[in-house]
């Protein structure tokens, strides 16, 4: 374990002098775009990073992580950052180029700067940083750059924990939490709600049955919901919304014989799959004869070619305050920032659903950049960020081997 204040501040100004090859890898990691399932190029290119680093080992799994190792010790840890971004949407409602990287204000610019390519970048040069000092102690240090987690949430992790990387005992994501220690989150399910009708002449409606007439019924039901859903006073409250509705008729002289809608429902502790379903089947208008819910598959191909699938249930999770993980981030915000970090949560959700929310490994976040910067056409990251995140993670090992000794 590190033994005092000299080498803190030697790891403090190693982390600055590592400040120009850091910016250059992330705005490296931002010119390569990289939508879920085409990451190909930003793989490529950390793993090249990190063997330069000198990992001691550095290999792409079978999804298409990228998976650094540092040291063979006892107590063996797992940094998570996704590599994947969401579209740039309009072109014309940013005022940079979204692919350039460019460096200004104090902060680096473009799609995936806040999430979640700064974090991959401060936790790959965090490697580096561990190989310049010699910080290797009794801990195995994997480093991932996990691929479509915009897409489903959970789901290159779920790969990896049970393919990749042999029994992680804890877990760090890189997600942006504005510096802050996140100890977790709501879950969240994405679920399809069929109504079945009769068509017939849209001249004399009476003769069918219209299956959009059904369904707005169920829908006002369902945004009325929202009242009765459960509060936590950590995580917040659960909440449902519609986000997409579409219908199909012969033409728009036709009364529609299918409707559906689209539902996302975020889940506060205590909410499970099983209930949010069985409230929607209790609504007043949910008809079982005319009416079915699914919670929506998620199929796709990976960068390498394997064929993934999962149902889009993320559960919730949380990990306590009191938890060796949550002091271990705790102690190295207090040793990067000079005071202890504020303990939160995310309002959105990460791969922490299968870390924590499937397999219980406990896990937290620490992260550069803000979530309000996230999937905007203002995503940024402050330079002084990744500064800090550097150093966070080159000495966080030490943290949580000195709360373990306790």
């Not at 650094?68 to 996704?82: A, E, M, Q, W």
């Not at 740039?88 to 204000?105: I, L, S």
């Amino acid at each position: 374990v590190l033994a005092g204040a000299r080498e803190i501040a030697e790891a403090k100004k190693q982390a600055a002098r590592l400040e120009k090859k850091t910016v250059k890898f992330l705005r490296d990691l931002i010119r390569l775009p990289s939508p879920s399932t085409k990451e190909a190029r930003v793989v490529k290119h950390i793993k090249k990073e990190m063997e330069a680093a000198g990992y001691d080992e550095v290999f792409v799994d079978k999804v298409g992580n990228v998976i650094g190792r540092i040291g063979s010790g006892r107590v063996r840890i797992l940094y998570d950052s996704h590599l994947d971004t969401v579209d740039v949407g309009t072109r014309e409602a940013w005022t940079f180029d979204p692919f350039v990287g460019k460096v200004e204000e104090g902060a680096v610019w473009g799609r995936g700067a806040s999430d979640n390519k700064a974090g991959m970048a401060c936790m790959v040069m965090a490697g580096r940083l561990i190989k310049q000092m010699l910080l290797e102690r009794d801990f195995t240090l994997y480093v991932m750059g996990s691929v479509q987690e915009e897409d489903c949430d959970g789901l290159a992790m779920e790969h990896a924990l049970e393919q990749s990387i042999p029994h992680p005992e804890y877990v760090v994501l890189g997600e942006c939490t504005n510096l802050a220690v996140y100890r977790g989150h709501r879950g969240r399910m994405e679920i399809r709600v069929f109504s079945r009708g009769v068509s017939c002449h849209a001249s004399a409606p009476e003769r069918g049955d219209n299956a959009v007439t059904r369904m707005a019924r169920l829908v006002k039901e369902i945004d009325e919901l929202n009242a009765r859903l459960k509060n936590d006073p950590f995580l917040g409250k659960g909440t449902v919304a519609v986000t997409q509705i579409g219908c199909r008729s012969g033409s728009f002289n036709t009364v529609p014989d299918e409707c559906s809608v689209i539902l996302d429902r975020r889940l506060t502790a205590g909410e499970t799959r099983e209930s949010a379903l069985a409230e929607l089947r209790a609504l007043p208008s949910f008809d079982p004869q005319k009416m079915a819910i699914e919670v929506l598959p998620y199929r796709a191909v990976s960068h390498t070619g394997l064929a993934v699938e999962q149902e889009k249930y993320f559960p919730t999770w949380t990990v306590p305050e009191t938890s060796p993980l949550v002091q271990a981030g705790k102690q190295a915000g207090l040793w990067t920032l000079g005071q202890e970090p504020l303990v939160d949560k995310w309002t959105f959700s990460t791969n922490g659903v299968s870390s924590m929310g499937r397999h219980n490994i406990p896990t937290i976040g620490f992260g550069p950049s803000e979530e309000r910067f996230a999937h905007s056409v203002q995503d940024q990251v402050s330079l002084e960020h990744l500064r800090h995140c550097v150093m966070f993670y080159a000495l966080f090992p030490h943290a949580l081997l000195s709360c373990l000794e306790k």
